[in-house]
């Protein structure tokens, strides 16, 4: 049970280039995120995803785009990189419950983006 | 590389020592308030959480406590250990069926042997 793998885990991208981050998850989980995190800050959610086929924007989607095909896998594209998206990103999923929100999460070990 | 730990907020305690760390929030409308930690190089943990109908829970060697009149949350750990080094950060769920995490800034928490 691998939980949530993210892809690749370091990349450089130059600016203006475009790239697709995945993340798999095998849990058979409803929800997925993509968060960024940049030093000395929080986690901002970038957009997010309550089942397949379905997609919203979170705390900072602009520059970003997502797809959720398949109940496992989410995969957020930048199609044009900028030097203001090197961050680490994470993916997470969770899953329903029938008695009010889930709060815990489970994160991929990350992504590390610089874009130059 | 550069660590997601500069420039947070530190608390540096004694190995053994009990360590509170605060956390204040915003959104009064947020259903549970969640700790959650992050070693260096992995990505955050669930830790422990309360429902905002409550004003204290406990967990192993953790206690979460929640204030709602000034909006703030802490978690303390007894008897801290080395392996509790980490940044700890809450977060909040809000109301409705999207199960969206919403985090705070982090605390960087570094156990001293």
């Known amino acids: 049970n691998a939980g949530v793998t993210q892809t690749p885990k370091f990349r450089v991208l130059k600016t203006g280039q475009s790239m697709t981050l995945l993340c798999a998850q095998d849990?058979?989980?409803?929800?997925m995120y993509w968060y960024r995190q940049d030093p000395g800050m929080g986690l901002r959610l970038i957009h997010y995803?309550?089942?397949?086929?379905?997609?919203a924007k979170g705390e900072v989607p602009d520059g970003y785009n997502v797809s959720r095909l398949k109940k496992q896998n989410f995969l957020l594209g930048l199609e044009s990189a900028a030097p203001s998206q090197t961050s680490v990103y994470f993916c997470?999923?969770?899953?329903?419950?029938?008695?009010?929100?889930?709060?815990?999460?489970?994160f991929g070990q990350g992504t590390r983006l610089t874009v130059v | 590389g550069e660590s997601v730990g500069l420039h947070l907020p530190t608390l540096s305690v004694q190995e053994g020592d009990n360590s509170i760390i605060n956390c204040a929030y915003s959104?009064?409308?947020?259903?549970?308030f969640i700790w959650y930690k992050q070693e260096s190089g992995k990505g955050p943990q669930f830790i422990i959480d309360?429902?905002?109908?409550?004003d204290k829970r406990q967990g192993q060697r953790v206690t979460v406590l929640l204030n709602k009149t000034v909006k703030h949350l802490s978690l303390q750990i007894a008897a801290t250990q080395p392996g509790d080094s980490a940044v700890y950060f809450c977060?909040?769920?809000?109301?409705?069926?999207?199960?969206?995490?919403?985090f705070g800034t982090g605390t960087l928490l570094a156990v001293q042997p």
């Open positions: 997470a999923s969770s899953y329903v419950t029938g008695q009010g929100p889930n709060t815990e999460a489970f």
């Open positions: 959104n009064s409308a947020s259903d549970y």
């Open positions: 977060a909040e769920v809000e109301s409705g069926a999207t199960n969206k995490l919403i």
């Open positions: 309360i429902r905002s109908n409550m």
């Open positions: 849990m058979n989980h409803e929800y």
């Open positions: 995803s309550v089942g397949e086929g379905t997609t």
